[in-house]
């Protein structure tokens, strides 16, 4: 499992690195007068398709994937309205949020349907079941609060979205044989995970105009690991007991 997270997290991180390399290149050639930097930066949409794109490498998720591409196709439009190929406007994006919302609900129902009529191994892959106690999560907000408690004594990790929104996962009741993965995605909002006192907390996210921040205890071993990974674009990511 370990094996198939990497190749997508250093993508994301490729994906970033070319960003800023990019930016830095603009900023010399504005120091040498060969562009213009006001201008530059009215192409500020493409951050919308350089988050959707580190969404899409960093996901594993149907949801998340929806999510990026939804953000990728946003950025796009808003792209070609500025270079006046097409005539796209605020109130036309509205519609679109819905539409988007409304694809990641329909996906979420019908892999929640697929675990509760498959088999007991099939369950523990997807979301939360009705009790709270799913081995694996895969929690998204946008434009709103999600709150949620674990109790299940196998957690295995999954994925958090907060996009303009906020996610608490309270994990306090919860507990984990060896080691397990959260892959966080923090755009203009907030996640907030809260551990047991005797899980060592690793943090290998990247904060970009963001942050990671651990307020947890030393635990008495190491024998259970929580490893926290993903991005903090303009969010903030907190792991506390």
């Known amino acids: 499992?370990?094996?198939?997270?990497?190749?997508?997290?250093?993508?994301?991180?490729?994906?970033?690195?070319?960003?800023?390399?990019?930016?830095?290149?603009?900023?010399?050639?504005?120091?040498?007068?060969?562009?213009?930097?006001?201008?530059?930066?009215?192409?500020?949409?493409?951050?919308?398709?350089?988050?959707?794109?580190?969404?899409?490498?960093?996901?594993?998720?149907?949801?998340?994937t929806l999510l990026g591409a939804a953000l990728v196709g946003v950025g796009i439009l808003m792209m070609l309205d500025r270079l006046d190929i097409i005539d796209f406007s605020v109130r036309t994006l509205w519609p679109l949020i819905l539409i988007g919302l409304g694809g990641m609900?329909?996906?979420?129902?019908?892999?929640?349907?697929?675990?509760?009529?498959?088999?007991?191994?099939?369950?523990?892959?997807?979301?939360?079941?009705?009790?709270?106690?799913?081995?694996?999560?895969?929690?998204?907000?946008?434009?709103?609060?999600y709150e949620r408690r674990v109790a299940t004594q196998d957690f295995r990790g999954g994925e958090i979205t907060a996009v303009m929104g906020g996610c608490e996962l309270d994990m306090r009741g919860a507990s984990i044989r060896g080691e397990a993965v959260i892959n966080v995605f923090a755009f203009w909002g907030g996640v907030t995970i809260k551990c047991p006192p005797d899980w060592t907390v690793i943090l290998l996210g990247t904060p970009i105009?963001?942050?990671?921040?651990?307020?947890?205890?030393?635990?008495?071993?190491?024998?259970?690991?929580?490893?926290?990974?993903?991005?903090?674009?303009?969010?903030?990511?907190?792991?506390?007991?």
């Open 1 to 64: 499992m370990k094996n198939e997270r990497m190749p997508r997290g250093v993508t994301g991180q490729v994906v970033l690195g070319v960003l800023v390399i990019g930016m830095g290149l603009l900023f010399l050639l504005d120091n040498l007068g060969l562009v213009d930097m006001h201008r530059a930066f009215s192409f500020w949409p493409m951050l919308f398709v350089i988050v959707g794109t580190v969404k899409l490498c960093d996901t594993r998720s149907q949801g998340g």
């Open 105 to 145: 609900l329909v996906a979420k129902a019908l892999r929640s349907r697929g675990m509760t009529d498959g088999s007991a191994a099939s369950k523990g892959a997807g979301m939360l079941d009705n009790t709270g106690s799913g081995d694996v999560v895969d929690i998204t907000a946008i434009l709103g609060g």
């Open 209 to 241: 105009l963001g942050g990671f921040e651990e307020k947890t205890v030393v635990p008495p071993d190491g024998s259970k690991r929580l490893i926290i990974r993903g991005y903090a674009i303009m969010g903030g990511v907190e792991i506390r007991n």
